[in-house]
């Protein structure tokens, strides 16, 4: 009778889920959605859009992103999730990518989360994850990045990881893990990045893992490992790091010292001998150690435990069956609708690190694979691409942009708009930056023109702008990411309405001004020229927040191009800032659009802000600067020190440049000749 009752729920769970019920149920992904989202935020104070009247698919669910009407990617990284993970994750099926790293989750990680069959990537790193490495995520058979890092997972790496025959990252550092290094690992013919260090694993290094053919990092540092470590490591020079493993040894590598016969591990020992082995049982010893078992209780147990897999599997599979008959007009129906937007080529690697292939899809930062020597116009699905020298110059991966902001740590927050975020970040060669981080709901549908003006923005070079270091679109994410110069001695507004008095306050001398103002009209100069390697371009949002100053006050222009990555809806939503702080040209409430000239309406306005020391004013000091009161228009904190005839040439250029008539106004290269000659 308990068998049969077992079959009979067996059967009606898998018509559940094969969607039979939906009409009496509801929407099943909202229902998951909303289970999700109250063990991921049990007091409500970050998921407040997530409502059981929302759409997940008309974005307005905070992170939620969909393809063909079904959710394909959850994006909550960094959001203050104090949470765990709900097993009702496992009902949005047609999971691509999940992001849930750096907040403050807890809990274990649910087996359920082994059904998400279509994810390709998972991201759980930087949260306070607890427990062991579930063995049901060897089922994720389209997973190609698994973060599990920063956490505080034990129990031993599970074997069946090595089934992920597409993973190309796999990230478990700096987590309580013990036990050998599955040797299995080494059948994962795709992985490119494998680190397990900062965890308490023991035993020798599996040769296997030195014959991964695309390997390129491996990192096993702060571990107990001992033994020989396989020389055919030597290859990945300094992508395989081993430090603090003082029981390792080997030839050819700087820091281990020659091995002894002692060193030597019993071929027909496990694996796992070595520092804290001792009263090691056979269920700490992974499936990789090759433990024989040859007693009769061994045996006896593996029996038991194999008759009661196959009683299980029998079960199911009848249970299969049955659902499979009611389910099948269903599938086919669905699958008709999705059709092959999600199909994947065999030979994928990772959404960050994969070699010339993509995946189809209708947006551009979906589609972008960043990669070695990526190249768009490789499958001809475009008509712009970058050179292969282009391609190389500014690629960056995800990881990279990840561990360089400490995965978009709000602690490295630079300042936030209505379209994108900038962090703070420090490259592995030490190197500080800045990186924009763009959601793909603002960027240009059209991927042509997305990637037409990606191209742009890797045209400009000039003293006066702030360089473009590189980028990076995740498929996954949904997000695109800029790479720029730090510019660390902050904004021009910065200086700007700020009284003498104050003692963080450092006056701007008369000569820094002028020199700033010929620095602003070089780079803006330089935008509007038309040159061999690039065409002429109009900023338009040229305001004192996007001059950053170095440490040398040389001024920086931030921003140029930007609006050619946008869309047009998100460009225009830009306007409001700038006209109620007076940049905005007055002609463009009636053509509607910009031109070089509305550029030099808005230098003009910066002109008399330096002049002022005012950025906060009603209207443009026009009357004051025609009446010819020097005096009375210079700042007051540099007390009389400029030069009058400087500032009368400044304030004429001003005046020319903030006419009400564009044609009035004079091109930024004459402004650049009358302020060398004259300043």
Same mark, same amino acid.
């Given at each position: 009778?308990g068998l049969?009752c ?6 009606f ?6 969607? +039979?019920f939906?009409?009496v #149920?509801?929407?099943p992904?909202l229902?998951a959605?909303m ?5 991921l935020?049990p007091k409500g104070?970050?998921?407040?859009s !997530?409502?059981e009247?929302g ?6 669910f905070?992170?939620v992103a969909?393809k ?12 203050? =999730?104090s949470?765990?993970?709900?097993p009702?994750?496992a009902?949005l099926?047609c999971?691509s990518? *999940?992001?849930?790293?750096?907040n403050?989750l807890?809990?274990?990680i ?6 998400l069959t279509?994810? @390709?990537?998972?991201y759980? %790193?930087?949260?306070n994850?607890?427990g062991?490495?579930?063995?049901e995520?060897?089922?994720?058979a ?5 973060q ?6 034990t129990?031993?790496? $599970?074997?069946?990881?090595?089934t992920?025959?597409k993973?190309?990252v *796999?990230?478990?550092?700096?987590n309580?893990l013990?036990g050998?290094i599955?040797?299995?690992l080494?059948?994962?013919t795709?992985l490119m990045?494998?680190?397990l260090?900062?965890?308490h694993?023991?035993?020798?290094i599996p040769v296997k893992?030195?014959?991964i053919?695309?390997?390129i990092?491996?990192?096993?540092r702060n571990?107990? #490992? ?5 020389s055919? *490591?030597k290859?990945?020079n &300094?992508?395989?790091?081993?430090? %603090?493993?003082t029981n =390792?040894?080997g030839v050819g590598f ?10 030597i591990l019993?071929p027909?020992?496990p694996?796992?001998?070595?520092p804290g082995? %001792?009263g090691l @049982? ?12 040859n007693?009769?209780h061994?045996?006896k147990?593996?029996?038991?435990s194999?008759?009661?897999i196959?009683?299980?599997?029998a079960?199911v599979?009848i249970a299969?069956?049955?659902s499979?008959?009611l389910?099948f007009t !269903?599938?086919?129906r ?6 092959s937007a999600?199909?994947i ?5 990772s959404?960050?690190?994969s070699k010339d292939?993509?995946?189809r899809?209708?947006?551009p ?7 070695n ?7 001809g699905?475009s008509?712009?691409g970058?050179?292969?020298e ?6 960056f ?6 561990c360089?902001t400490?995965?978009?740590s709000?602690?490295n927050l *630079?300042?936030?708009?209505?379209f994108a975020?900038?962090y ?5 060669d030490g190197t500080?930056v800045? /990186? ?6 603002s ?10 003006g990606?191209k742009?923005l @890797?045209?400009l070079?000039?003293?006066n702008l /702030?360089?473009?270091?590189g980028?990076?679109?995740s ?5 695109c990411?800029?790479v720029?110069?730090?510019i660390g001695?902050?904004s021009l ?12 306050y450092?006056v701007?001398?008369? $000569?820094?001004? /002028?020199?700033?103002i010929?620095g602003i ?9 038309n040159?061999s390697?690039? $065409?002429?371009? +109009?900023?338009?949002s040229?305001?004192?927040?996007k001059?950053?100053?170095?440490h ?5 222009l ?7 990555l946008?869309?047009?809806d998100?460009?225009?939503s830009t306007?409001k800032?700038s006209?109620?702080m007076?940049?905005l040209?007055?002609e463009?409430?009636t053509i509607g659009r910009? @031109?070089e000239?509305?550029d030099v309406?808005s230098?003009?306005?910066i002109?008399?802000?330096i #002049?002022?020391?005012?950025t ?6 026009r ?7 020097l005096?009375?228009?210079?700042d007051? %904190?540099i007390?009389?020190n400029?030069s009058?005839?400087?500032a009368?040439?400044?304030v004429s250029?001003?005046?020319l440049c903030?006419s &009400?008539?564009?044609e009035?106004? $004079?091109t930024?290269?004459? /402004?650049?000749q009358?302020l060398?000659n004259s300043?």
């Amino acid at each position: 009778m308990g068998l049969h009752c077992l079959l009979l729920l067996l059967v009606f769970l898998s018509i559940a889920s094969s969607g +039979v019920f939906v009409g009496v #149920l509801g929407s099943p992904e909202l229902r998951a959605l909303m289970e999700v989202k109250a063990a991921l935020d049990p007091k409500g104070r970050v998921l407040a859009s !997530w409502t059981e009247n929302g759409d997940p698919c008309a974005d307005e669910f905070e992170g939620v992103a969909c393809k063909e009407g079904k959710v394909a990617n959850i994006s909550l990284q960094g959001k203050g =999730l104090s949470g765990s993970i709900s097993p009702s994750v496992a009902q949005l099926k047609c999971l691509s990518g *999940l992001y849930l790293h750096y907040n403050d989750l807890s809990g274990e990680i649910p087996k359920e989360i082994s059904n998400l069959t279509e994810l @390709t990537d998972l991201y759980l %790193n930087v949260n306070n994850l607890s427990g062991s490495i579930p063995e049901e995520i060897g089922n994720m058979a389209s997973l190609q990045v698994l973060q599990l890092c920063y956490n505080q997972l034990t129990g031993s790496i $599970p074997t069946q990881l090595g089934t992920l025959k597409k993973l190309a990252v *796999l990230a478990l550092q700096s987590n309580h893990l013990s036990g050998a290094i599955p040797a299995s690992l080494g059948d994962l013919t795709q992985l490119m990045r494998l680190d397990l260090s900062f965890n308490h694993l023991f035993g020798s290094i599996p040769v296997k893992l030195a014959q991964i053919p695309q390997l390129i990092v491996l990192d096993l540092r702060n571990n107990t #490992l001992s033994g020989s470590v396989p020389s055919e *490591l030597k290859k990945l020079n &300094e992508g395989f790091q081993y430090g %603090n493993n003082t029981n =390792l040894c080997g030839v050819g590598f700087s820091s281990l010292r020659v091995c002894t016969s002692a060193d030597i591990l019993n071929p027909n020992r496990p694996e796992p001998f070595g520092p804290g082995a %001792n009263g090691l @049982t056979r269920q700490d010893i992974p499936q990789s150690a090759n433990v024989d078992c040859n007693n009769a209780h061994c045996s006896k147990s593996s029996k038991s435990s194999a008759a009661a897999i196959v009683g299980v599997i029998a079960a199911v599979a009848i249970a299969g069956v049955v659902s499979g008959l009611l389910a099948f007009t !269903w599938y086919r129906r669905r699958k008709q609708k999705i059709g092959s937007a999600l199909e994947i080529s065999d030979s994928r690697l990772s959404t960050d690190h994969s070699k010339d292939i993509y995946r189809r899809s209708a947006s551009p930062l979906i589609s972008l694979e960043y990669s070695n020597g990526w190249d768009p116009l490789a499958d001809g699905r475009s008509g712009v691409g970058f050179s292969q020298e282009v391609s190389q110059s500014f690629r960056f991966n995800l990881e990279e942009v990840e561990c360089a902001t400490q995965y978009f740590s709000d602690v490295n927050l *630079l300042g936030k708009s209505n379209f994108a975020a900038t962090y703070k970040g420090i490259l592995r060669d030490g190197t500080v930056v800045a /990186v924009k981080t763009i959601n793909k709901t603002s960027c240009r549908t059209e991927e042509s023109e997305f990637l037409k003006g990606l191209k742009i923005l @890797t045209m400009l070079r000039h003293e006066n702008l /702030v360089g473009l270091r590189g980028f990076c679109c995740s498929r996954g994410r949904g997000e695109c990411f800029l790479v720029y110069d730090f510019i660390g001695n902050g904004s021009l507004s910065q200086y700007l309405d700020t009284k003498g008095d104050d003692e963080n306050y450092k006056v701007l001398e008369w $000569p820094t001004r /002028v020199s700033i103002i010929k620095g602003i009209a070089k780079g803006i100069e330089y935008l509007h020229c038309n040159r061999s390697n690039k $065409p002429s371009l +109009v900023h338009q949002s040229i305001s004192a927040e996007k001059v950053l100053i170095d440490h040398h006050f040389k001024p920086l222009l931030s921003g140029s191009g930007l609006h050619k990555l946008l869309a047009d809806d998100v460009v225009f939503s830009t306007l409001k800032a700038s006209a109620a702080m007076g940049y905005l040209a007055p002609e463009y409430t009636t053509i509607g659009r910009f @031109t070089e000239k509305s550029d030099v309406y808005s230098f003009g306005v910066i002109i008399f802000q330096i #002049l002022t020391g005012k950025t906060k004013t009603p209207h443009l000091p026009r009357l004051e600067a025609e009446s010819g009161k020097l005096d009375d228009l210079i700042d007051e %904190n540099i007390k009389g020190n400029f030069s009058k005839s400087e500032a009368a040439k400044l304030v004429s250029i001003a005046l020319l440049c903030t006419s &009400e008539i564009p044609e009035q106004r $004079p091109t930024m290269e004459a /402004v650049l000749q009358e302020l060398n000659n004259s300043c």
